[in-house]
Protein backbone atom coordinates (compact mmCIF):
# COMPACT_ATOMS: atom_id res chain seq x y z
CA UNK A 1 0.00 0.00 0.00
CA UNK A 2 1.58 3.22 -1.20
CA UNK A 3 1.53 6.69 1.64
CA UNK A 4 -1.37 8.02 -0.70
CA UNK A 5 -3.55 4.77 -0.50
CA UNK A 6 -2.74 4.55 2.58
CA UNK A 7 -4.48 8.02 3.67
CA UNK A 8 -7.44 8.28 1.48
CA UNK A 9 -10.86 6.27 2.93
CA UNK A 10 -12.03 3.04 1.56
CA UNK A 11 -15.34 2.97 -0.47
CA UNK A 12 -15.96 -0.64 -0.69
CA UNK A 13 -13.85 -3.31 1.75
CA UNK A 14 -14.51 -6.99 1.05
CA UNK A 15 -13.40 -9.86 3.61
CA UNK A 16 -13.13 -13.34 3.59
CA UNK A 17 -15.84 -13.29 0.76
CA UNK A 18 -17.15 -16.76 -0.53
CA UNK A 19 -20.10 -17.87 -2.94
CA UNK A 20 -21.52 -20.93 -4.19
CA UNK A 21 -24.01 -22.03 -6.82
CA UNK A 22 -25.15 -25.07 -4.81
CA UNK A 23 -22.85 -27.36 -3.22
CA UNK A 24 -20.24 -26.07 -6.01
CA UNK A 25 -17.76 -23.24 -4.53
CA UNK A 26 -17.54 -20.51 -7.25
CA UNK A 27 -15.58 -17.59 -5.25
CA UNK A 28 -13.01 -18.89 -2.63
CA UNK A 29 -12.38 -16.28 0.47
CA UNK A 30 -11.87 -13.16 -1.59
CA UNK A 31 -9.85 -9.85 0.03
CA UNK A 32 -10.60 -6.80 -2.21
CA UNK A 33 -11.02 -3.13 -1.61
CA UNK A 34 -12.08 0.19 -3.66
CA UNK A 35 -11.25 3.35 -2.32
CA UNK A 36 -12.92 6.94 -2.40
CA UNK A 37 -12.79 7.66 -6.15
CA UNK A 38 -10.58 4.91 -7.21
CA UNK A 39 -11.22 2.83 -10.24
CA UNK A 40 -10.24 -0.82 -10.04
CA UNK A 41 -10.15 -3.48 -12.59
CA UNK A 42 -10.57 -7.29 -11.98
CA UNK A 43 -8.79 -9.32 -14.68
CA UNK A 44 -8.66 -13.16 -15.34
CA UNK A 45 -9.48 -16.08 -17.95
CA UNK A 46 -12.95 -17.12 -18.75
CA UNK A 47 -14.06 -18.51 -15.82
CA UNK A 48 -12.33 -17.36 -12.78
CA UNK A 49 -14.72 -16.05 -11.00
CA UNK A 50 -15.20 -11.92 -11.93
CA UNK A 51 -19.20 -12.14 -12.30
CA UNK A 52 -19.35 -14.37 -9.55
CA UNK A 53 -17.13 -11.67 -7.53
CA UNK A 54 -19.88 -8.97 -8.76
CA UNK A 55 -22.70 -10.92 -7.95
CA UNK A 56 -21.88 -11.86 -4.74
CA UNK A 57 -21.23 -8.81 -3.70
CA UNK A 58 -25.21 -7.37 -5.00
CA UNK A 59 -26.20 -10.44 -3.28
CA UNK A 60 -27.93 -12.11 -6.51
CA UNK A 61 -26.23 -15.63 -5.39
CA UNK A 62 -25.17 -17.37 -2.19
CA UNK A 63 -22.47 -15.73 -0.36
CA UNK A 64 -20.91 -15.12 3.16
CA UNK A 65 -18.38 -12.73 4.10
CA UNK A 66 -18.01 -9.21 5.34
CA UNK A 67 -18.73 -6.61 2.70
CA UNK A 68 -18.46 -2.64 3.66
CA UNK A 69 -19.36 0.38 1.88
CA UNK A 70 -18.83 3.45 3.31
CA UNK A 71 -17.93 2.09 6.77
CA UNK A 72 -21.16 0.73 6.84
CA UNK A 73 -22.16 -3.39 6.72
CA UNK A 74 -24.12 -4.44 3.85
CA UNK A 75 -24.04 -8.12 3.61
CA UNK A 76 -27.06 -8.83 5.50
CA UNK A 77 -28.72 -5.99 2.81
CA UNK A 78 -30.64 -7.26 -0.06
CA UNK A 79 -29.86 -6.82 -3.38
CA UNK A 80 -32.23 -3.47 -3.98
CA UNK A 81 -31.21 -2.27 -0.29
CA UNK A 82 -27.75 -2.49 -1.81
CA UNK A 83 -28.59 -0.73 -4.86
CA UNK A 84 -30.74 2.04 -2.29
CA UNK A 85 -27.21 2.60 -0.74
CA UNK A 86 -25.22 3.79 -3.68
CA UNK A 87 -23.44 0.29 -5.15
CA UNK A 88 -24.98 0.02 -8.63
CA UNK A 89 -23.88 -2.83 -11.37
CA UNK A 90 -24.06 -2.82 -15.03
CA UNK A 91 -24.52 -7.10 -15.70
CA UNK A 92 -23.45 -8.64 -18.51
CA UNK A 93 -26.02 -8.29 -21.40
CA UNK A 94 -27.11 -5.27 -20.19
CA UNK A 95 -30.47 -6.37 -19.12
CA UNK A 96 -32.28 -3.49 -20.43
CA UNK A 97 -36.69 -3.51 -21.18
CA UNK A 98 -36.58 -4.34 -24.84
CA UNK A 99 -39.58 -3.19 -25.56
CA UNK A 100 -39.91 -0.01 -23.42
CA UNK A 101 -38.03 3.21 -24.89
CA UNK A 102 -34.65 5.16 -24.27
CA UNK A 103 -35.98 7.51 -22.11
CA UNK A 104 -38.51 4.98 -20.05
CA UNK A 105 -35.07 2.62 -19.21
CA UNK A 106 -33.63 5.60 -18.33
CA UNK A 107 -36.19 7.14 -16.13
CA UNK A 108 -36.63 3.29 -14.39
CA UNK A 109 -33.09 3.67 -13.43
CA UNK A 110 -34.15 6.50 -11.24
CA UNK A 111 -36.69 5.07 -9.17
CA UNK A 112 -35.39 3.99 -6.35
CA UNK A 113 -34.56 8.03 -6.08
CA UNK A 114 -36.77 10.97 -5.06
CA UNK A 115 -36.61 13.37 -7.12
CA UNK A 116 -38.71 16.40 -8.52
CA UNK A 117 -39.33 16.60 -12.08
CA UNK A 118 -36.41 19.03 -12.46
CA UNK A 119 -33.97 16.96 -10.87
CA UNK A 120 -35.14 14.01 -13.25
CA UNK A 121 -34.30 16.79 -16.25
CA UNK A 122 -31.60 17.63 -15.04
CA UNK A 123 -30.07 13.68 -14.44
CA UNK A 124 -31.22 13.01 -17.89
CA UNK A 125 -29.09 16.03 -19.22
CA UNK A 126 -26.20 14.80 -17.33
CA UNK A 127 -26.64 11.57 -18.80
CA UNK A 128 -27.54 12.63 -22.74
CA UNK A 129 -24.09 15.11 -22.16
CA UNK A 130 -22.07 11.77 -21.52
CA UNK A 131 -23.38 9.37 -24.25
CA UNK A 132 -25.60 12.19 -26.83
CA UNK A 133 -26.67 9.24 -29.11
CA UNK A 134 -28.99 8.70 -26.09
CA UNK A 135 -30.71 11.54 -26.56
CA UNK A 136 -31.36 11.54 -30.44
CA UNK A 137 -32.94 8.62 -29.59
CA UNK A 138 -34.75 8.63 -26.95
CA UNK A 139 -38.44 7.42 -28.03
CA UNK A 140 -36.72 4.54 -29.76
CA UNK A 141 -37.07 1.01 -28.64
CA UNK A 142 -34.16 0.02 -26.19
CA UNK A 143 -34.36 -3.50 -28.16
CA UNK A 144 -33.95 -1.82 -31.81
CA UNK A 145 -30.62 -0.62 -30.48
CA UNK A 146 -27.28 -1.37 -31.82
CA UNK A 147 -25.35 -2.91 -29.51
CA UNK A 148 -22.57 0.05 -28.66
CA UNK A 149 -25.98 2.05 -28.33
CA UNK A 150 -27.52 -0.43 -25.63
CA UNK A 151 -24.08 -0.41 -23.73
CA UNK A 152 -24.57 2.86 -23.43
CA UNK A 153 -28.08 2.92 -22.19
CA UNK A 154 -27.26 0.37 -19.47
CA UNK A 155 -24.25 2.19 -17.76
CA UNK A 156 -26.67 6.05 -18.46
CA UNK A 157 -29.61 4.11 -17.07
CA UNK A 158 -26.88 2.94 -14.06
CA UNK A 159 -26.34 6.41 -13.68
CA UNK A 160 -29.38 7.48 -12.76
CA UNK A 161 -29.64 5.65 -9.66
CA UNK A 162 -26.64 8.58 -8.94
CA UNK A 163 -24.34 5.49 -7.66
CA UNK A 164 -21.56 5.87 -5.33
CA UNK A 165 -19.99 2.99 -6.75
CA UNK A 166 -20.63 1.54 -10.43
CA UNK A 167 -19.50 -1.75 -10.59
CA UNK A 168 -19.32 -2.66 -14.68
CA UNK A 169 -19.52 -6.35 -15.72
CA UNK A 170 -17.94 -6.61 -19.34
CA UNK A 171 -18.58 -3.32 -21.04
CA UNK A 172 -17.04 -3.83 -23.89
CA UNK A 173 -18.01 -7.51 -24.15
CA UNK A 174 -19.49 -7.68 -28.04
CA UNK A 175 -18.84 -4.06 -29.14
CA UNK A 176 -16.75 -2.63 -32.25
CA UNK A 177 -13.39 -1.35 -31.14
CA UNK A 178 -13.79 1.73 -31.39
CA UNK A 179 -17.08 2.05 -29.38
CA UNK A 180 -15.72 -0.05 -26.36
CA UNK A 181 -13.36 2.52 -26.49
CA UNK A 182 -15.86 5.06 -26.10
CA UNK A 183 -17.07 3.49 -23.75
CA UNK A 184 -14.23 3.13 -21.66
CA UNK A 185 -12.94 6.34 -22.00
CA UNK A 186 -15.94 7.54 -20.84
CA UNK A 187 -15.86 5.50 -17.56
CA UNK A 188 -12.49 7.64 -17.24
CA UNK A 189 -14.20 10.77 -17.56
CA UNK A 190 -16.68 9.71 -14.71
CA UNK A 191 -13.95 8.53 -12.45
CA UNK A 192 -12.12 11.71 -12.87
CA UNK A 193 -14.98 13.50 -11.82
CA UNK A 194 -14.28 11.64 -8.46
CA UNK A 195 -17.11 8.31 -8.77
CA UNK A 196 -15.71 4.99 -7.79
CA UNK A 197 -15.64 2.41 -10.49
CA UNK A 198 -15.19 -1.58 -10.06
CA UNK A 199 -14.69 -2.63 -13.72
CA UNK A 200 -14.52 -6.33 -14.67
CA UNK A 201 -13.37 -6.83 -18.12
CA UNK A 202 -11.32 -9.31 -20.50
CA UNK A 203 -10.08 -6.65 -22.78
CA UNK A 204 -6.98 -5.63 -20.78
CA UNK A 205 -5.09 -3.36 -22.34
CA UNK A 206 -8.34 -1.19 -22.36
CA UNK A 207 -8.87 -1.63 -18.80
CA UNK A 208 -4.95 -1.15 -17.70
CA UNK A 209 -5.48 2.16 -19.31
CA UNK A 210 -7.73 3.93 -16.81
CA UNK A 211 -7.27 1.51 -13.99
CA UNK A 212 -5.10 2.31 -10.36
CA UNK A 213 -4.93 -0.89 -8.98
CA UNK A 214 -5.67 -4.68 -10.39
CA UNK A 215 -6.99 -7.47 -9.18
CA UNK A 216 -6.03 -10.60 -11.28
CA UNK A 217 -8.44 -14.04 -10.35
CA UNK A 218 -7.88 -16.92 -11.45
CA UNK A 219 -10.14 -20.48 -10.82
CA UNK A 220 -12.13 -18.43 -8.21
CA UNK A 221 -9.59 -16.91 -6.33
CA UNK A 222 -7.43 -13.90 -5.91
CA UNK A 223 -4.26 -14.43 -7.45
CA UNK A 224 -2.53 -10.89 -7.40
CA UNK A 225 -3.39 -7.32 -6.66
CA UNK A 226 -0.92 -5.03 -8.62
CA UNK A 227 -0.52 -1.35 -9.81
CA UNK A 228 -2.00 -1.24 -13.26
CA UNK A 229 1.55 0.31 -14.23
CA UNK A 230 3.03 -3.52 -13.50
CA UNK A 231 1.08 -5.12 -15.71
CA UNK A 232 3.14 -4.22 -19.54
CA UNK A 233 2.08 -7.38 -21.65
CA UNK A 234 -0.32 -10.59 -22.23
CA UNK A 235 2.73 -12.76 -20.71
CA UNK A 236 2.77 -10.77 -17.29
CA UNK A 237 -0.96 -11.46 -17.22
CA UNK A 238 -0.57 -14.96 -18.00
CA UNK A 239 2.03 -15.79 -15.45
CA UNK A 240 -0.47 -15.02 -12.48
CA UNK A 241 -3.75 -16.72 -14.54
CA UNK A 242 -1.71 -20.42 -14.56
CA UNK A 243 0.23 -20.40 -11.85
Known amino acids: MTPVEADTPRLLDVVGLTASYGH ?61 SGVIMVQEGRG ?34 LFPRLRERFDQTAGLMSG ?7 VGR ?9 MLDEPSLGLAPRVAVEIIETLGELNRGGLGILLIEQKAPLALKL ?30 YFN
Open 148 to 154: GEQQMLA
Open 24 to 84: IAALNPTNIHVNEGELVTVLGPNGAGKTTLLRALTRLINCQGQVTFRGRNIASLQTHQIAE
Open 211 to 240: ARRVYIMSSGNVRAELAAEEIGSHRDLARY
Open 158 to 166: ALMASPKLL
Open 96 to 129: LFAEMSVRENLLLGAYSRRRTETQLQESLDKVCE
